[in-house]
Structures are given as C-alpha cells and as structure tokens.
C-alpha cells in the first residue's frame, strides 16, 4: 500500500520560512520524479516543482523560483520543499505527488499525469 505523508505546514508571518517534509512507502522512492503542488481556496491546483527521479534537474514555476527548493533523500524516502521568504500569495494546501519515471519533463507540472498523492498540508502566511 503505498503513503504520501506531507507534513511542516503552518503559520508563519511573511518573509519567514518553512520546510515541508514529504515522506513515502510503499514503492521504490527512485523509480518515480516527485512534485510538490498548491492548492489555495477557489483556484487551480498549480505545480509549484518537481524533481526528475535521478534527482539531477528539478524546475519551479515563475512565482517560487529563487525561493523554494526542491530537494529528496533517497535513503530515506523524503522529499522537501524549503520555502524561504514566504509572502501572502504562498498561502495553500501544499501537496506532494509521485509521477512515474518514464514520464518526461513535459509533464512536471500536469496534475493529472501523477498517480500518487498526499492528503497535504496547510501552508498560511500572514501579512
């Protein structure tokens, strides 16, 4: 049975920072590129990075880039998401996601092409 578990989420005030933990089982960690997705009230889920399962690219989108990293531990079945100065607009439900490896880079940000997902946690940021 495989389990998606995020967890770190918070409050935290604008310019602060946090560090989402995503830990799995259930499948072999490597054979799959991850992604973290948000999700705020009355929007689209949106992809916010991924990382190729041989962790040597990982891409974000316009809003995080130079503020999030993406980073996992193969050993021990974790990936992360650190956010650093956080604003407002980051206020979510962070997710985290597995997409099959033979899946190209194209498909980083396309929900619907991940099969395996977490319950995510609750990211406020205040102003």
């Known amino acids: 049975q495989v389990q998606v578990v995020e967890s770190g989420g918070g409050l935290v005030q604008a310019g602060g920072s946090l560090k989402l933990p995503c830990t799995v089982s259930?499948?072999?960690?490597?054979?799959?590129?991850w992604g973290w997705f948000r999700q705020a009230p009355g929007k689209e889920r949106e992809g916010v990075s991924c990382?190729?399962?041989?962790?040597?690219?990982?891409y974000y989108a316009d809003s995080v880039k130079g503020r999030f990293t993406i980073t996992r531990d193969v050993a021990k079945n974790t990936l992360y998401l650190q956010m650093n100065s956080l604003k407002p607009e980051d206020t979510a439900m962070y997710y985290c996601?597995?997409?099959?490896?033979?899946?190209?880079?194209?498909?980083?940000?396309?929900?619907?092409?991940?099969?395996?997902w977490g319950q995510g946690t609750q990211v406020t940021v205040s102003s």
């Open positions: 996601a597995a997409l099959p490896a033979y899946y190209n880079d194209a498909y980083c940000a396309l929900a619907h092409a991940y099969n395996y």
């Open positions: 259930g499948l072999t960690f490597d054979h799959y590129n």
């Open positions: 990382i190729r399962w041989s962790g040597d690219n990982a």
